[in-house]
């Protein structure tokens, strides 16, 4: 047993820390503080900083142009972003089609899109969730029905996120519907320029345009924009969920917010008193704190074993359930600790230049609805727990 | 990093899982826990030889492990098996002769079972408010004043016990047969004692004691986390094993989905307690030792009343017969949250980091 990291590996720390601290313009980790949302642009000048250094495709082998990190150098680098403020690297692209036809995709398919990912000349957007299959996925309606050399694609898509930016999607359509249901499914490339395309935008609950939902009518794209064999959509659906479980834990993110929520509770007063002296409130704090600290190890005992095993295991979604409601406690805080100076609406008060509250706390009761969305996204912790019920319980 | 045991920890985690497994089976344990001694001589001689006691203390004091890791691989494995010999007061012990730079050999060979005596009624978690006083007689001391909850201390050849001196908490030595003591079994199985003093001979073992307390306190509370986390598994297994067993309705009743997230939920916070007692047992000789092993028994004592109440829940009636092995587990698992700070006390000492 040793909780400790080697060596090299702090002084790769060290060397992501000076990086960032030189690199990250302070324009947009002053974004991230503040949290709202951040524009297209801001993301795509924070993805070329990083892929200036190769450090970009944090998880692509070094021969398509990803670092060749271990998990553990993954874990370090994804740790010291949350603590710089940095914004999360867009995943869609980089984190789930990159890997994706890395393993499944034709040697003209990985030439021809890789580095395009890579130098933000696409923009991806996953079409996986439907008005009707979502902890179903596999119940998917969409349909891709061969046509000569063409895909004919119709149905719809939704919570397809920052799709607004995107120029591309990859999507799962059935393509036998006589099959059982995962048998008869396809991963499909989508060009969004494509006629029959519609993007909405679905407003969110703290009023934020995040996910839009994509109409699809007599889509025609080109037979090789498939990805694998054909009805093995499912295989890949599979492999790139385990990929976005890769710092599913979002130990990072609740550190960042515990210290805000620290910082807040001893600055904001009640009767006099600071909110941090309020015992019922520091209780609540202490709480997550403690939990948060049984995560970081719970995080990084999955790490080794993923490293040891060479892949995670069904214990994963032990990070998923118990980080996102980690997480979601400390947004409760954040909120309640402002009292009602958490209830106007963002923007309106800094329009008439009147601050409520301490400076980039205005977004705190926008944050805590939004983030209601980590315990139902990426696998509600419902489907979480059948997962451990079946993989790691057996019953 | 790594999560791995050592060869040398992991052989003797076997060796007492093997050991207790054979030789201390639930069935005889349970008739050994609950009537004084509350402990086996000839099987504390024998979990002495594999080298349980060994492993409390570090080379240099005569042992060969010492570390919060060592001691977490000893009590997990009585955990497993709810041992109720009385190990507790061995850890607390050879953690504050090993300060002291004391011998300590008879307590590692086990030939004298120690047991530490810091509770008081109005003071059972910390050394502020207690009354037990000390006084100066001749080149040594005389203790008066009563000490509560004292695990071991029914069978204990020597006592180490904190009173005030001057003002301020110190440890002294007192032998068994010099002072009154009141054994009992205790609800959970394994033995306690009241110590009564009243102007009893003791020799000063260190003045000013807090950290070395504070140091004993933190030590065992690793054991007791490390115990809970053994026992929790073991309750888990039994539990899941059930749920398919036990058919209702015409199915095991595994196959329901509220029992499944139940199951689910449990190993959840096992593995958080597990985490959180890594953790613990890696700061124990650092700087922040004390503020990490109030985070574990915080935790443990949340998970190990959630572990053991889903256990009886989930079973129905048989969890409530004394024939049940888990009704035992359970109450181990509810009841060593009173040992040397509760879930609240413990919260209350990180809040008190918080506030600075």
Redesign the interface.
């Given at each position: 047993m040793d909780l400790s990291f080697t060596k090299e590996e702090m002084e790769f720390r060290d060397e992501v820390r000076a990086y960032l601290a030189d690199n990250l313009p302070e324009r947009i980790s002053d974004a991230v503080r503040r949290g709202g949302e951040l524009t297209k642009e801001m993301m795509e000048e924070w993805h070329a900083i990083l892929q200036r250094k190769g450090w970009l495709a944090t998880i692509w082998p070094k021969e398509y142009g990803g670092p060749g990190w271990t998990p553990v150098q993954r874990h370090i680098f994804e740790e010291e972003c949350c603590r710089a403020y940095a914004p999360r690297i867009v995943p869609f692209g980089l984190n789930m089609l990159g890997p994706v036809l890395i393993k499944f995709g034709t040697e003209e398919q990985k030439a021809e899109i890789l580095p395009r990912i890579l130098d933000a000349t696409d923009w991806w957007c996953q079409g996986y969730s439907e008005p009707g299959a979502g902890s179903d996925l596999a119940s998917l309606k969409t349909r891709a029905v061969r046509d000569g050399d063409e895909w004919v694609i119709n149905g719809q898509k939704t919570w397809t996120t920052l799709g607004q930016h995107a120029n591309k999607i990859f999507c799962l359509c059935r393509t036998d519907p006589d099959a059982k249901q995962q048998e008869g499914i396809s991963f499909i490339l989508v060009d969004l320029d494509t006629p029959g395309i519609e993007m909405r935008p679905i407003k969110l609950i703290e009023g934020g345009h995040e996910v839009n939902e994509v109409f699809f009518t007599d889509v025609r794209v080109p037979y090789g924009n498939l990805v694998g064999e054909e009805n093995k959509g499912w295989t890949i659906a599979k492999y790139l969920l385990t990929h976005e479980r890769t710092g599913i834990a979002g130990v990072g993110f609740s550190m960042q917010s515990l210290e805000e929520v620290k910082a807040l509770a001893r600055k904001v007063k009640r009767g006099g008193k600071r909110l941090i002296d309020d015992p019922l409130f520091a209780a609540r704090i202490a709480q997550a704190e403690v939990d948060l600290e049984a995560m970081k190890i719970t995080n990084l005992r999955m790490l080794f074993k993923a490293q040891e095993m060479g892949a995670p295991g069904p214990e994963t979604s032990i990070l998923k359930i118990k980080g996102t409601v980690i997480h979601q406690e400390l947004k409760d805080l954040a909120r309640r600790a402002l009292g009602p100076v958490a209830a106007p609406f963002p923007g309106y008060l800094a329009e008439g230049n009147i601050m409520f509250g301490p400076d980039g706390t205005e977004h705190n009761a926008a944050r805590y609805f939004n983030n209601r969305k980590t315990s139902i996204f990426g696998g509600s912790n419902e489907i979480q727990r059948n997962i451990l019920s079946k993989a790691a319980l057996e019953l | 990093?790594?999560?791995?045991?050592?060869e040398d920890?992991r052989m003797l985690s076997d060796s007492l899982n093997r050991y207790l497994g054979d030789k201390y089976p639930v069935e005889h344990r349970n008739k050994v826990a609950y009537d004084l001694p509350c402990h086996d001589p000839e099987k504390w001689d024998e979990i002495a030889e594999l080298g349980a006691l060994f492993a409390l203390a570090p080379e240099d004091a005569g042992g060969f492990g010492g570390t919060g890791?060592d001691i977490s691989v000893v009590f997990e494995a009585l955990g497993r098996a709810l041992c109720p010999e009385p190990l507790l007061g061995a850890v607390m012990a050879a953690r504050i002769l090993t300060k002291l730079g004391a011998d300590q050999e008879s307590l590692l060979t086990g030939a004298t079972k120690y047991a530490v005596a810091l509770a008081e009624v109005d003071a059972p978690y910390d050394p502020a408010g207690m009354d037990c006083e000390a006084k100066a007689s001749g080149d040594s001391h005389v203790l008066s004043g009563r000490k509560t909850s004292v695990y071991g201390g029914q069978v204990a050849d020597v006592f180490i016990v904190a009173a005030m001196l001057d003002g301020k908490p110190a440890l002294f030595e007192v032998q068994a047969g010099d002072a009154q003591v009141v054994g009992y079994p205790m609800m959970d199985g394994g033995g306690a004692a009241e110590l009564l003093l009243d102007g009893t001979k003791a020799t000063l073992l260190a003045e000013d004691a807090g950290a070395i307390i504070q140091d004993a306190v933190n030590a065992g509370i690793v054991a007791l986390c490390a115990e809970a986390v053994g026992a929790m598994d073991v309750t888990h297994a039994i539990t899941?094993d059930y749920?398919?067993q036990r058919k209702q309705f015409g199915v095991p009743i595994?196959?329901f989905?509220v029992?499944?997230?139940r199951?689910?939920?449990m190993?959840?916070e096992i593995?958080?307690?597990r985490?959180?007692t890594?953790?613990a047992?890696?700061e124990l000789d650092g700087p922040d030792a004390a503020r990490?092993a109030s985070?574990a028994k915080?935790?443990i004592g949340r998970a190990a009343r959630l572990i053991a109440e889903e256990a009886i829940q989930m079973h129905g009636g048989i969890a409530m017969t004394w024939e049940y092995p888990i009704s035992h587990y359970a109450k181990r698992l509810v009841m060593l949250d009173a040992q040397l700070g509760d879930t609240d006390y413990h919260?209350?000492r990180?809040?008190a980091d918080?506030?600075a």
């Open positions: - | 990093m790594d999560f791995n045991l050592t920890r890791f899941v749920l398919k595994a196959k989905q029992l499944q997230h199951a689910v939920d190993l959840t593995e958080q307690a985490s959180i890594i953790k047992a890696s990490f985070m915080n935790m919260l209350s990180i809040m918080l506030a």
